[in-house]
Nanobody
Framework: QVQLVESGGGLVQTGGSLRLSCAAS????????MGWFRQAPGKEREFVAA????????YYKNSVKGRFTISRDNADNTGYLRMNSLKPEDTAVYYC????????????????WGKGTLVTVSS
């Protein structure tokens, strides 16, 4: 079992920044890949970014490349999503997820999910 708890969401103006954290407990987080997903009101959940177990591979949704950075601290069992130059279309509930395979294979490969943190970007 892996328990994931997101934090760091909030209200920010267009162009602002936030850093989301995903605190993991339970099974060794350092062996899991981690992903961030988001779901805007009335829309389906979508992929945002992912990182493999070692941090050597990262993946991003095209629209966040250059603005968002995913990272992890395995010693602290925590993952992060740094979000810069935020836009109103980034408004969503952000979820972190863990894939016990250690590599990213899409949302369907994620074994554990957090409950999410709300990010609201005002125009």
């Amino acid at each position: 079992q892996v328990q994931l708890v997101e934090s760091g969401g909030g209200l920010v103006q267009t162009g602002g920044s936030l850093r989301l954290s995903c605190a993991a407990s339970g099974r060794t987080f350092s062996s899991c890949a981690m992903g961030w997903f988001r779901q805007a009101p009335g829309k389906e959940r979508e992929f945002v970014a992912a990182i493999n177990w070692s941090g050597s591979l990262t993946y991003y949704k095209n629209s966040v490349k250059g603005r968002f950075t995913i990272s992890r601290d395995n010693a602290d069992n925590t993952g992060y999503l740094r979000m810069n130059s935020l836009k109103p279309e980034d408004t969503a509930v952000y979820y972190c997820a863990a894939d016990t395979s250690g590599n990213y294979y899409g949302a369907s490969g994620m074994d554990y999910w957090g409950k999410g943190t709300l990010v609201t970007v005002s125009s």
